[in-house]
């Protein structure tokens, strides 16, 4: 049992936050708009207290700490998150990495920043270089990088890069256990994703090592078509226009963009939108595919600059959902993975079953080495059973779907959990004080968790199943 009055004394000094309604408001994100399923635990939940580390020497104090008086831990970024990651389930501390704000190094196209530092502060200190971070989070002003390495998946930069997970787009995580006597752990390779979106249950993050891409001058562009598949055909064409540098292809299709307030004046009744940003010099080239599918381009400006005031890919992402949800709260979505070779066919099937329900939005970015569209059917929520239809309808149209209405890691399905998760699990936390309640192996996890039995089968990686190939008997 959690001991707050000895916690609180062995931190000392550590600033602390114990004022309830300020507490209660930093124990959201953005869980209860996101999931109707997940609504009532987001919203019920609430820490015991916030704490907030100066530097690695107080979250080194936090950590023994917690180990002693088994008081839980959640870490918090920007809190953008929308998957649950920092919800309190059994309340504790959370811990406020903000102040561990500080950019390290950047050198040989690559950047080391402390946890809380900002996307747009990582840029800041990158761009003047000529470099950037390879991908970021449609929610880059407030996120931190910690946040989006632990609970973040893919973002800007994902049509050209791949997914977080990928192989070589984290470099390197320097982790804290919770242990009386805590260790530092530093690492590199494949085993940054034993942390990365684990949702902060396995490790603290203090350090993150990033790639960084060329530093383009990025043009946003909106482009209308009279049909929803010839824009998907269409964003498919510029995303294997592997001459064309881009950085962002979203399709937005009618009536979705027309639910969002600042897209209305760039589109048209019965035309579908894909939103994009191009690198300057292959703008020519960009216009020139536009014209071969019959789109009309009602916007293009520098980055940041459009005459809708925010940045384009804060119309992409989880941003488009946050956009349509301020009108209509109600209009929920699942998360599919269409992947080619025949990932517009079956886009196809899928906009003809759900031809009856509120547009369909998909996200383009590499995965596992392969062209994929992320994203489904918007649609008004009515229960459980519904989604459940909706995510066994795409499947069957011949997308991966995981599940993005419960808090459990693995049942969410875009981690591949096995027997070394658990494994390190246990020993960078051997009390289950980080985030308890989300990086589950039991089996009566699914049962016991909201949405965590609704039909997914979660992302299916091509060095997982050959792992598991390689260790199942025959």
Not at 1 to 25: C, E, H, N, Q
Request: glycine share 10%.
């Amino acid at each position: 049992m959690k001991d707050t009055a000895s916690f609180l004394a062995a931190i000392g000094d550590i600033p602390v936050i114990a004022d309830p309604d300020i507490v209660r408001r930093r124990s959201r994100d953005m869980t209860a708009a996101f999931s109707p399923l997940m609504k009532e635990d987001a919203m019920a939940h609430v820490a015991d207290l916030i704490v907030r580390p100066r530097d690695k020497a107080d979250v080194l104090r936090v950590a023994s700490a917690a180990a002693r008086c088994r008081m839980p831990l959640v870490m918090r970024g920007g809190a953008s998150a929308n998957f649950g990651q920092g919800i309190p389930l059994q309340g504790g501390a959370m811990v406020d990495m903000t102040a561990l704000d500080q950019v390290l190094w950047t050198r040989d196209q690559r950047v080391r920043a402390q946890a809380g530092a900002r996307l747009t502060a990582i840029d800041a200190a990158t761009r003047p270089t000529g470099w950037e971070l390879r991908i970021h989070s449609s929610t880059k002003k407030v996120a931190t990088i910690g946040g989006f390495v632990g609970g973040g998946h893919a973002g800007v930069g994902s049509c050209t890069y791949g997914i977080l997970r990928d192989r070589g787009n984290i470099l390197g995580l320097e982790v804290v256990s919770v242990e009386d006597a805590p260790r530092v752990v530093q690492l590199r390779g494949d085993d940054v994703n034993l942390v990365h979106h684990a949702y902060g249950s396995n490790g603290i993050i203090t350090e993150v090592e990033m790639p960084l891409a060329p530093a383009w001058p990025w043009r946003e562009q909106i482009v209308l078509f009279p049909e929803f598949m010839t824009s998907v055909k269409c964003a498919h064409a510029l995303a294997t226009s592997d001459g064309i540098v881009k950085k962002l292809i979203s399709v937005i299709g009618e009536p979705i963009w027309q639910r969002m307030k600042a897209l209305r004046p760039y589109g048209l009744d019965h035309q579908h939108m894909v939103i994009a940003m191009i690198a300057e010099p292959f703008v020519e080239s960009f216009q020139a595919l536009v014209k071969d599918f019959g789109g009309a381009i009602t916007s293009e400006a520098a980055e940041g600059q459009g005459p809708y005031r925010i940045p384009v890919y804060e119309f992409a992402w989880g941003h488009t959902r946050m956009h349509v949800n301020r009108e209509h709260p109600d209009i929920v979505s699942n998360v599919g993975l269409y992947l080619d070779p025949d990932l517009v066919g079956a886009i196809e099937r899928s906009h003809r079953r759900f031809k009856d329900l509120c547009g369909m939005h998909f996200e383009v970015k590499r995965f596992d080495g392969k062209l994929s569209f992320q994203g489904s059917p918007f649609f008004h929520f009515t229960d459980d059973r519904q989604l459940a239809d909706v995510m066994r309808g795409m499947a069957d149209d011949g997308a991966m779907v995981a599940n993005n209405h419960t808090f459990l890691v693995k049942e969410g399905g875009m981690k591949a959990i096995d027997q070394d998760d658990a494994t390190f699990k246990r020993a960078m936390d051997p009390h289950d004080l980080m985030n308890p309640g989300k990086l589950r192996f039991d089996a009566k996890a699914r049962e016991e968790s909201a949405g965590g039995d609704l039909p997914s089968a979660g992302w299916r990686y091509a060095d997982a199943t050959q792992a598991n190939a390689e260790t199942t008997p025959v």
